[in-house]
């Protein structure tokens, strides 16, 4: 059974960078996509961006150019770094292996982290 | 993009029948059979319970059912039981590349 566990710190003062990582277990990160979701205190889910080991990689556009996801291959990690942050980035972060071959999901997820974002 | 439209809640008795909606446009659910529905227990990881539209993963109860008409995909759970008391998000794969998810829907068991 694949699992997936979010590392970081809970609290990114505004306009820092926000630095998570995603540790994957029993499997290999070479083989899909990868994702980072995140949900806003009492708000919906919503889509980050995913990337394949190979590099190719798809944001949202309302985030793109702040948003960096990158693969360890060697750890079997992947990472999120979301720049000049402000409280609006607070929210509840989450990892996900993504189904990216003839169909479009999300099979398995994280627990989640929270990241707060307040000086 | 702008996220799907979903009702914020819906209820039912235990044995009962929900069903949520899920609206987007032709870019997203009614452009793609790539809808997928999400269970959400505060605290814990979301899980998968439909895919492309109405397929089941493995370990999901086939009281999850789902299906899509023009713009609107739905979810429908047959047979309440109080474990199905969650947040249900429904997403789509939308064009060039984008994802999207739903507002999310509060389903009580009464």
């Known amino acids: 059974q694949v699992q997936l566990q979010e590392s970081g710190p809970g609290l990114v003062k505004p306009s820092e960078t926000l630095s998570l990582t995603c540790t994957v277990s029993a499997g290999s990160i070479r083989s899909y996509y990868w994702s980072w979701i995140r949900q806003p205190p009492g708000k919906g889910l919503e889509w980050i961006g995913y990337m394949h080991y190979t590099g190719s990689t798809y944001h949202n556009p309302s985030l793109k150019s702040r948003v960096t996801i990158s693969v360890d291959t060697s750890n079997n990690q992947f990472s999120l770094k979301l720049s000049s942050v402000t409280a609006a980035d607070t929210a509840m972060y989450y990892c996900?292996?993504?189904?990216?071959?003839?169909?479009?999901?999300?099979?398995?997820w994280g627990q989640g982290t929270l990241v707060t974002v307040s000086s | 993009q702008s996220a799907l439209t979903q009702p914020p809640s819906a209820s039912g008795s235990p044995g009962q029948s929900v069903t949520i909606s899920c609206t987007g446009t032709s870019s997203d659910v009614g452009g793609y059979n790539y809808v997928s529905w999400y269970q959400h227990h505060p605290g814990k990881a979301p899980k998968l319970m439909i895919y492309e539209v109405n397929k089941r993963p493995s370990g999901v109860p086939d009281r999850f059912s789902g299906s899509k008409s023009g713009n609107t995909a739905s979810l429908t759970v047959s047979g309440l039981q109080a474990e199905d008391e969650a947040d249900y998000y429904c997403?789509?794969?939308?064009?060039?590349?984008?994802?999207?998810f739903g507002t999310g829907t509060k389903v009580t068991v009464l």
């Open positions: 996900a292996r993504f189904i990216r071959s003839g169909n479009y999901y999300f099979d398995y």
């Open positions: 997403s789509s794969y939308a064009s060039n590349n984008n994802y999207v």
